[in-house]
C-alpha cells in the first residue's frame, strides 16, 4: 500500500464551489493598503540610504489578485480605481498617507504649513487618514525651541479628522518580494508591501526583525531600531507628552494673543515651571506672557515657541483639560516598507527625485 503522505495533495474544487461563494471569497482575499499620497512636485525623500520609489511602485500596482482570473478581477475592479499618476485606490480598504512634508519639496516654497491639496481631497475617502510625525513634531529628536513653533496644520488636521494615524519610525527592509511573500508579514499574496503597526506589538515587530535579520542588506537605522526597543519606547512617551503640550501651547496662543483669557480659572496655572532666580534673587516668571514662556532672550521680540524644558502642563487645570479633550486622536504607528531593491550597495545614493502629474 502506498503512503499516502507521499501522494501529492489533491486541487482544492474552488471551480465548484457556488458562485456566491466564490465572490465571497475573491472579496475576502482583497488586500487592505497604505495609500501614499504624494504631492504633484518633485520631491526629496529625507531618507538618503533608501529612496522609497521600489515599494511605492509596487504598493500602487493594482492587487495580484486583478490578474488571476476574469472573476476575481471583475471584483477588483468593482472595489478600486485608478488615480493620477497611474496609483490604485480602494476607497473601502485603503488607508490614504501623506508621507511628506512640505520642506521635502524641491519646488514648493514658503509655508511648511499647507496640507491642501495633495492630502485633504482624500478627505472621507479611504479607512482613516495617516500622516507622518514630522507634519507635527519630529520624532527623532526631542522637540527644542525650532519645533515648538504655532502650528497651523494642528488646526486643519482638528477640522478635518477626528482620528490621525502617525508614523513615528520608518523601517525600510531590503529583501527580494520572494522573501517578504513568504514571511507573510507584506499581505497574503505580498502585494502590500507598505504596513502600519502598532508600537506595542512586540511579538510582529519581532518577526520583522526576523526578515531584516535574513537579508542580505541591511541599514544601520533598521538595526538601531529593533536593537533599542527600550530606548524607542521611552521616546515615544516623551513624543506623546510634547504632542500634547504643542497643542495646549498652540490653544492657549489664541488666547494670550487675542487677550481674552476671560473664563478660564486661575490661567496663570496653565504651566508648571520652576521659580526664576537672578543673582540669588527670586524671580517670578508671568506666566501670561509669551516672552517668559518661551525661549527667546530678546523681550523686545514677539516669541511663539515654547521652553519645554522649562514649562510643563499643568494637567490639572480646567483649561488645559478642555483643550485636550477637543485634541485629535493620534494613534502612533511604525512603518515597515518592503523594498527589493539593493540600496545600501549602491554607491553615492542620493535622495529620490521623483515627479508625479
Excluded at 522649562?310 to 490639572?316: T, Y
Amino acid at each position: 500500500m502506498s503512503d499516502p503522505s507521499l501522494e501529492p495533495p489533491k486541487p482544492f474544487p474552488f471551480l465548484d464551489l457556488p458562485f456566491e461563494i466564490r465572490q465571497i471569497i475573491w472579496t475576502l482575499c482583497i488586500p487592505a493598503r497604505i495609500f501614499e499620497v504624494l504631492p504633484r512636485h518633485s520631491w526629496a525623500n529625507p531618507d538618503a540610504d533608501c529612496n522609497y520609489a521600489a515599494t511605492s511602485d509596487l504598493n500602487w500596482r493594482m492587487p495580484t489578485l486583478g490578474y488571476v482570473c476574469r472573476e476575481s478581477r471583475s471584483l477588483v475592479l468593482k472595489t478600486g480605481q485608478w488615480e493620477p499618476g497611474h496609483c490604485w485606490f480602494n476607497p473601502t480598504l485603503d488607508i490614504p498617507f501623506m508621507q511628506w512634508i512640505p520642506e521635502d519639496s524641491q519646488t514648493i516654497w514658503g509655508s511648511d504649513e499647507d496640507l491642501n491639496p495633495d492630502h485633504l481631497q482624500y478627505q472621507g475617502r479611504g479607512r482613516g487618514m495617516g500622516i507622518v510625525a514630522r507634519r507635527i513634531l519630529d520624532f527623532k529628536t526631542r522637540a527644542s525651541a525650532i519645533d515648538n513653533w504655532i502650528n497651523e496644520d494642528l488646526k486643519v488636521l482638528a477640522e478635518s479628522e477626528k482620528e490621525w494615524l502617525i508614523t513615528v519610525r520608518d523601517i525600510v527592509i531590503h529583501t527580494t518580494i520572494k522573501a517578504g511573500r513568504r514571511s507573510g508579514l507584506f499581505g497574503l499574496l505580498g502585494d502590500t508591501p507598505i504596513q502600519l503597526v502598532e508600537p506595542t506589538d512586540t511579538a510582529t515587530i519581532e518577526k520583522y526583525c526576523e526578515l531584516w535579520a535574513s537579508g542580505q542588506h541591511r541599514l544601520p537605522d533598521a538595526g538601531e531600531f529593533f536593537n533599542d526597543q527600550a530606548g524607542f519606547h521611552r521616546r515615544l512617551r516623551e513624543w506623546v507628552i510634547e504632542v500634547e503640550t504643542i497643542w495646549v501651547w498652540n490653544q492657549w496662543w489664541d488666547r494670550c494673543d487675542a487677550g481674552k483669557f476671560e473664563g478660564i480659572p486661575d490661567p496663570e496655572n496653565v504651566w508648571l515651571g520652576p521659580p526664576y532666580k537672578r543673582n540669588d534673587e527670586s524671580i517670578d516668571w508671568n506666566l501670561l506672557s509669551t516672552t517668559d514662556l518661551s525661549t527667546s532672550m530678546d523681550m523686545f521680540s514677539e516669541c511663539y515657541n515654547l521652553d519645554m524644558e522649562r514649562f510643563s502642563l499643568h494637567k490639572e487645570h480646567p483649561f488645559v483639560q478642555e483643550c485636550l479633550a477637543r485634541m485629535p486622536r493620534f494613534h502612533p504607528r511604525v512603518m515597515f516598507r518592503l523594498c527589493p531593491d539593493k540600496c545600501p550597495t549602491q554607491p553615492n545614493l542620493r535622495p529620490s527625485m521623483a515627479t508625479y502629474e
